[in-house]
């Protein structure tokens, strides 16, 4: 049976509930412990574990190729940032080079994720907060995206097309057209969605003063991403510690200082303009040349230890491999982005709403998987 630590001493107002673990607003089988004083919250105690799969000593007994594959169940909706993230990890501890062509087709991928990570995004936040047809219209383009990817990868969510030393296979003959097509769709629906949210009375007023967290905060509470950045804390994996292609691409890091919900949300709004742009800067670049290198069936890492972080859609993802020089980690932790985000959540929502935490919850954009690792 789950337990979990309640505060038994409520004023004569004051209430205990539930939402979730099965609830729409949780994105996933997350509950929240509410406190609240009529739908004022007091208190909000997220209780984790309903979906936990130990993934992290599962490493500890798979090969590192297998590893890779663990990490699509963690964020699914960043799983190609996530493979790359292990195999950017191996690669470095066997200092490992693999190729230019490996390495520019790995940010497109990225940046694709990224793009197929905000409009499912978008779309649900639009539903959380009462506007139905933003789902509709973020899953229109999101499945372009997805198109693509399964005709390349073999699949849709959880690809494994990394592999340590390069590429499962190489890209599609149509994979270049397609791409180019969908960013030029898409450069004419992103301001659909400004019509339809962004300046949206109703959006603003739901979203603008709520949920505010400030620079000092996020960086206490380790928050990451469009989170962090909302608040002015510039961390982005990608400006400070580039990877892969992305010091030969220029894009700014989307950054706003309000910190609350309306600027999590403008923060995505404009890093997709961001990912197009780092799309367009690559597509017609894509270097000739091999897709992967020749790795030894059997990858042993030197002993040590090894760490190596990317930027998700969700924020900082980090890997930390401890290896003894066999075939299997001794240790594998992922610092995920989720955990992080959500750890803020009472911080930010105490003294609002009920209604406040629902639209919150949808600008941190919580996976559970990525925080029931």
Not at 100 to 126: A, F, P
Not at 323 to 343: C, D, E, I, M
Not at 344 to 373: E, F, S, Y
Request: charge should be negative.
């Amino acid at each position: 049976m789950r337990t979990a630590t309640i505060n038994n001493n409520f004023k004569s107002e004051e209430y205990f509930i539930n939402m979730g673990p099965q609830h729409p607003a949780t994105h996933g089988v997350l509950r929240l412990l509410l406190t609240i004083d009529g739908e004022v919250i007091k208190k909000v105690d997220p209780d984790l574990g309903y979906i936990h799969r130990s993934i992290e000593k599962m490493c500890e007994s798979d090969s590192y190729q297998q590893i890779v594959h663990l990490t699509d169940r963690m964020d699914y909706l960043s799983a190609h940032i996530n493979n790359e993230a292990v195999c950017l990890t191996v690669e470095n501890a066997l200092e490992l080079e693999v190729p230019e062509r490996v390495k520019v087709i790995r940010t497109i991928m990225d940046e694709l994720t990224r793009l197929s990570s905000h409009c499912l995004w978008w779309g649900v936040m639009g539903m959380d907060v009462g506007a139905l047809s933003s789902y509709f219209y973020g899953f229109r383009d999101r499945e372009m995206i997805n198109d693509i990817f399964e005709e390349t990868c073999g699949a849709r969510l959880t690809m494994n097309y990394n592999i340590p030393g390069g590429l499962r296979q190489d890209i599609h003959p149509n994979f270049v057209k397609r791409v180019k097509e969908f960013l030029a769709h898409f450069k004419t629906k992103l301001p659909e969605y400004d019509r339809l949210l962004t300046g949206n009375v109703i959006f603003q007023k739901r979203t603008k003063g709520v949920g505010v967290l400030s620079k000092e905060d996020a960086i206490s509470f380790g928050a990451s991403g469009p989170v962090g950045r909302a608040s002015g804390y510039s961390c982005d994996v990608r400006k400070h510690h580039p990877y892969s292609a992305l010091d030969r691409v220029e894009f700014e890091e989307a950054l706003h200082t309000d910190g609350d919900s309306y600027a999590r949300y403008l923060v995505r709004i404009q890093e997709m303009w961001e990912s197009i742009s780092i799309i367009e800067q690559l597509i017609d670049n894509i270097p000739e040349g091999d897709h992967q290198v020749a790795t030894n069936a059997v990858i042993k890492l030197p002993k040590g230890e090894y760490y190596q972080k990317v930027e998700t859609a969700r924020g900082e993802l980090g890997v930390y491999i401890v290896s003894t020089g066999t075939k299997n980690p001794y240790r594998v932790k992922f610092r995920s982005p989720g955990l992080s985000n959500l750890s803020l959540l009472n911080h930010i929502t105490v003294g609002g709403k009920i209604g406040d935490l629902v639209a919150t919850m949808a600008t941190i954009d919580i996976v559970v998987p990525d925080i029931d690792r």
